[in-house]
């Protein structure tokens, strides 16, 4: 199918951007990488006025050290995040849940910021931004502003973002120390999205393998209508030594939390599923297979 | 090289280049696994899809669908659309109705089959989501598309009508309300003894197993969606329609016959065709409106649908229930088979819809021995998309549900399912053998390739770690799956089709044309969408002229040039378009053989040809290329009196019988019994399809085949919500497995040659399809047995494979207190049929 017809504005700098989508009014949508826009205007359910095109914004791409932290710009591939010798290092689980992404064509367009401010909740990534705690920067014709992961993904699809700002970047904690971390989705083909999906960092005691659990961070994919924070199995987990152990403690994943029924698994199905790969993540994670 | 030519009959002054000429042919093609001749310009982008065409004043057509399944149209406005800037024309169903005719089906499978009108553009009712409402031509494809959104449709909304055994309940809503029913038609065939007497007869040594198993509704997604583009040339009222169909010639007949335009002013070409699978084995609705408006307008129309509207728009495949039932007597040897079958046609009946589940009645009782069968099938109407050919069209279904059943009949005698197959198959010294269904079946070795696939796949390995872990409560379950099907191929002897209603031959042409250099011409009616019709026929011509592969070059798709043919569905394409070349092969060496004597002085029977070269009994010396022959025939300088100077052929060719490929496919699940996800571990076939031209593309077929097959055991399904509605209309929902979700396939082949075709050949097109989906879904069954598990709906979704493994209250089940093989099963009854 074709697009509507719309105003394209491709700026080459992040102050532009910002001006540009003030200038465009509140019909402009933000074009990342286009991999959920693009099908959502070629199918003609979304009208905008406006796409400001970030594709040129050289200074929102790449990943860098800020002391404690990871800064990964907002338009920086998939396929950059997931290769990136600090993600890897410091945010191992962002960059095996990147992996899990779509398929590599997707991986190459898709961008980190374009995912969490697109804020599926079916969406990868952001249940690892919130198990790692990520902040998210927004700059907009009032400034830069700094949002938890947690107080971002605020309904369906819906952010904390203003619709005159723009996600900038991400800075991500680093993990330091003995974590273990996985990435459990399920789905039924590879390029699917996740029926279910478990981002799990563990840090174990003494920092070394094979003791119990210290500190566990827990994010749910499609759980809800938005991304999910299991805090109540985190504080389960923290002394957890064994699999039945972690099994035990996974077993409440599930409570409290709406995931959807559709053609992809019914609630109950889901809530199960949560529970299995919890334990699993989790389980993995700890290196308490076996 | 000039040697060849020592006549030197018409080269004279002429300069040759080296490569004008031929090389000697080096032997061995008939089964030697070339490259495909296709694959270079596909890999290179140097192809000529339909879309890629673009004409001088070419205008584009949009169609409006309709988003209701069943509605009645109070009004279409396309006044808005008319004024937007570069809108050339719109049009409604009823604007058309004097010109587009009804979309043609010629498959009336009984005399009394309710055959409902079917207009290109809806004119009073709307009966499919996707249903043509109104047309849009623009000087832009993107005008074209915001003007459909300008057209005004106001609809007043009728019941849908989704559930095919709610259609055919009393008081129904009806599709078609002038019908009065939603009931196509009902076709029984009882063929053998009386099932019911059979298994009467048989008293309290009978045991009959009834099953229901459903074929969801499948979407055919081939890569290319469909399009259409219309030249018209006014002035002389002539057309040339490019259109991405498998079928250009019987498009052709049938475009003429719709519209009224003359055949002969009609020329259909299809370009390069990315696949079809059936689904491009028809005529639609884009096609005629597309040419009836280039008739109207005098300008070029194109068409290119999108995959949304491919979803909604283009034939779907399956959906059938089918009510099986199996008896056999307590030692195993089946009694008889009984099937009836529920077939959604959906809203309209396309081109072969209703001969779909009719092709399938023959194969229901596959390769096993029994003396009773008893086939009936109501075709129903339903407001849906209609459904035909899919990927081997009726066969799939038959073979699913009979390999489905033979296991399940297996678990109620606690027999081992291959040990029951082996007890009822026909045996290879059994040959030619008469089937129960009507068929004879030329020939086959089940034996041998299921020992070949047991020794491939381990089976008794597997069986025993299967056994291992059952022991140990293993929660990964491994299942092992069989089937060991057949199908019939070779679509079809045209005697067979007029007996079953069907309105045209099963015949394929071919051309041969010696060209002056000794290059070979060869058109074929055989048209193709993929599966490497140009390398094959490269190589039959080539082995039977003793030509170079590299000098056949092959001519299809074109009405104009390849005038003549049935084209390509069925696995019919080498099974009948490959004979047809073979015996044309034979006729031009026929003659050629007369011009070699008449030039070598030599009597004819004294002439014998090998490897390109005719050659005189006892003088060596006297020795005649195929080359050379082709340039005398040429210069016709010295031909034998009468003879006409070309060296051509032409063969339709009729076969007498169908093929009957079959095989074994072996498969081996593990099961996560915590989340109900399926992975298969190991899947073996060996494919018996007769002799092999090219072991490559018989590889491709495999592979390809078997995927699809996989893909309806594990993961398409068409739904529709009760509005009738397509939910899974994007590949967002529809889920079509890539290369990461399929297993290797070990493949191996045993080669019994068919004996109806001088070639030994069989067809490959659907084999994988038709004997991978019973194999995954048996394999699975066989995992969840111990679960007391009886059967699992297609596609065997995680979701459904866990809930299987639990009760109603969702405890699970255990695996406890039931044996291998064996455990009641409270659907099955002893002592007659109940």
């Known amino acids: 199918m074709i697009p509507a017809a719309f105003d394209y504005v491709a700026p080459t700098s992040l102050a532009e951007a910002v001006s540009a989508l003030s200038e465009a009014g509140e019909d402009a949508k933000i074009l990342a990488g286009g991999q959920s826009l693009i099908p959502v205007l ?88 919130l198990a790692l705690d990520a902040e998210l920067v927004a700059e907009g014709p009032g400034g830069r502003r700094t949002i938890a992961a947690r107080d971002f993904f605020v309904n369906y699809l819906e952010t904390a973002l203003s619709p005159d700002e723009i996600l900038a970047a991400v800075r991500v904690p680093k993990l330091e120390g003995f974590w273990g971390v996985r990435y459990e989705k399920f789905h039924r083909v590879a390029q699917a999205w996740a029926i279910v999906g478990v981002a799990a960092a563990v840090r174990m005691d003494g920092d070394t393998p094979g003791g119990s659990i210290a500190e566990a961070r827990i994010g749910l994919t499609n759980m809800g209508a938005t991304p999910v924070r299991a805090s109540s199995v985190e504080g389960a987990l923290v002394g957890a030594a064994d699999r039945a152990a972690v099994q035990e403690a996974s077993s409440s994943v599930a409570e409290g939390t709406s995931p959807p029924s559709d053609l992809g698994g019914q609630a109950d199905y889901r809530q199960h599923l949560a529970r299995v790969l919890t334990a699993r993540a989790v389980t993995a994670a700890a290196g308490l297979g076996g | 090289m000039t040697e060849q030519l020592d006549a030197g ?65 109070v009004s279409v406005d396309v006044s808005a659309a008319l004024e937007l800037p570069g809108v050339i024309a719109a049009y409604s169903g009823a604007d058309l109705a004097d010109v587009q005719g009804a979309l043609p089906c010629a498959w009336p499978v009984t005399a009394e089959m309710v055959h409902p009108d079917h207009p290109p553009l809806a004119v009073d009712e709307v009966r499919y989501v996707g249903d043509g409402v109104a047309v849009v031509v623009a000087r832009d494809r993107y005008t074209a598309v915001d003007a459909l959104e300008a057209i005004a449709v106001e609809y007043e909304q009728l019941p849908a009508v989704v559930d095919m055994e709610a259609a055919i309940a009393e008081g129904a809503d009806l599709v078609h309300g002038d019908k009065g029913t939603n009931t196509c038609f009902r076709w029984p065939f009882a063929s053998g003894d009386n099932y019911a007497e059979t298994v009467a007869a048989a008293g309290d040594d009978a045991v009959v197993v009834k099953r229901r198993f459903r074929q969801q509704r499948l979407l055919p997604t081939a890569i290319e969606p469909r399009g259409v583009v219309v030249a018209p040339i006014a002035a002389a009222d002539e057309y040339t329609v490019y259109s991405a169909t498998q079928i250009p010639h019987i498009l052709r007949v049938m475009l003429a016959l719709v519209t009224g335009i003359g055949e002969h002013k009609i020329r259909v070409i299809a370009p390069d065709v990315g696949g079809g699978f059936g689904s491009k084995l028809n005529v639609y609705a884009e096609e005629v409106l597309a040419l009836v408006v280039a008739k109207k307008l005098g300008r070029p129309i194109k068409w290119t649908e999108s995959r949304s509207e491919n979803y909604q728009a283009t034939i779907h495949g399956r959906d059938q229930i089918q009510d099986i039932e199996i008896a056999a007597t307590r030692d195993g040897t089946l009694l008889g088979l009984k099937v009836e079958l529920l077939a959604d046609m959906g809203a309209y009946l396309q081109l072969i819809t209703p001969g779909i589940p009719i092709l399938g009645a023959f194969m229901y009782p596959a390769i096993y021995k029994m003396k009773a069968y008893d086939f009936h099938c109501t075709g129903v109407f339903t407001t849906k998309t209609p459904t035909d050919a899919y990927r081997g069209a009726g ?73 291992r872990r059952r022991g140990d409560n293993d929660p990964m379950l491994l299942g092992i799956g069989i089937s060991t099907f057949t199908e019939m191929c070779g679509l079809a002897p045209s005697r067979v089709l007029g007996s079953l209603s ?18 070979v011409e060869v058109t074929s009616g055989a048209t193709p969408h993929g599966q490497g019709h140009h390398t094959a026929w490269s190589q039959i011509v080539a082995d039977a002229l003793g030509v170079p592969f590299e000098d056949v070059e092959v001519v299809t798709g074109d009405t104009d040039s390849s005038p003549k043919g049935m084209d390509t569905y069925g696995s019919r394409s080498l099974v009948v378009g490959g004979i047809a070349i073979h015996k044309a092969t034979g006729k031009v060496l026929e003659k050629a053989k007369r011009i070699a004597a008449h030039l070598l002085e030599a009597a004819e029977g004294d002439v014998e040809f090998s490897g390109g070269t005719f050659s005189v009994k006892g003088s060596p010396e006297a020795t005649m290329t195929i080359q050379q022959v082709a340039l005398a025939t040429f210069a016709a300088h010295n031909l034998p009196d009468g003879m006409e100077p070309t060296l051509d052929s032409d063969y339709v060719y009729d076969p ?32 018996d399809i007769g002799r092999i031209v090219n072991p490559v593309i018989v590889e491709g077929q495999v592979h390809g085949g078997i995927a699809q097959g996989i893909a309806q055991a594990l993961y398409e399904e068409a739904v529709h919500d009760a509005e009738g509605n397509l939910t899974t209309g994007s590949l967002v929902d529809y889920l079509v497995p890539a290369a990461p979700d399929l297993p290797h396939f070990d493949t191996g082949r045993t080669e019994t040659p068919s004996t109806s075709n001088p070639l030994g050949v069989k067809g490959v097109g659907e084999a994988g399809t038709i004997a991978s989906t019973p194999a995954v879904m048996n394999a699975i069954h066989d995992a969840l047995r111990p679960f007391g598990v009886r059967d699992i709906a297609m596609p065997a979704t995680p979701e459904r494979v866990w809930r299987a493994l639990r009760h109603d209250d969702g405890t699970p089940r255990d695996a406890s207190g039931t044996v291998a093989y064996g455990g009641p099963s409270t659907n099955a009854t002893s002592g007659g049929t109940s």
């Open chain 2, 395 to 467: 066969r799939p279904e038959a073979t699913y549900a009979i390999e489905r059943i033979m296991d399940e009949l297996a678990a109620e005698l606690g027999r081992d399912p291959m040990d029951l197959r082996k007890q009822n198959w026909i045996r290879h010294e059994e040959f030619p053998y008469d089937m129960v269904a009507g068929l004879t079946y030329d020939s086959g070795n089940y034996e041998a390739a299921t020992e070949k696939a047991e020794q491939m796949f381990d089976l008794a390995g597997l069986r025993a770690e299967q056994e």
């Open chain 2, 9 to 73: 009959l018409v080269a004279g002054e002429i300069a040759e280049h080296p490569d004008a000429l031929s090389k000697p042919y080096a032997g061995g093609e008939l089964g030697r696994g070339r490259r495909r001749k296709e694959d270079a310009k596909l890999v290179t982008g140097q192809t000529n899809w339909t879309d890629n065409i673009t004409l001088p004043g070419l205008l584009h057509m949009t169609v409006l669908r309709s988003p209701m399944a069943h509605a009645r149209i």
């Open chain 2, 502 to 519: 069907y309105g045209a031959g099963g015949w394929e042409a071919a051309q041969i044309r010696m060209l002056p250099t000794g290059k």
């Open chain 1, 42 to 129: 070629r199918l003609r359910l979304a009208f905008p006025s406006t796409l400001v095109d970030l594709g040129r914004v050289d200074e929102l791409r790449g990943v860098r050290e800020d002391g404690d932290s990871l800064v990964i710009g907002a338009m920086t591939r998939h396929s950059e995040v997931m290769d990136d010798p600090l993600v890897r290092q410091y945010a191992g689980l962002l960059a095996e849940a990147t992996a899990t992404v779509a398929d590599p064509a997707v991986r190459h367009r898709g961008t980190f910021g374009g995912a969490l401010a697109h804020a599926d909740p079916a969406g990868d990534l952001a249940a690892v931004a």
């Open chain 2, 656 to 687: 007498e019988n169908f093929s009957y490929p079959h095989g074994t496919h072996l498969c081996a699940v593990e099961i996560d019994s915590e989340t109900g996800f399926t992975t298969i571990r190991k899947y073996v076939c060996v494919d």
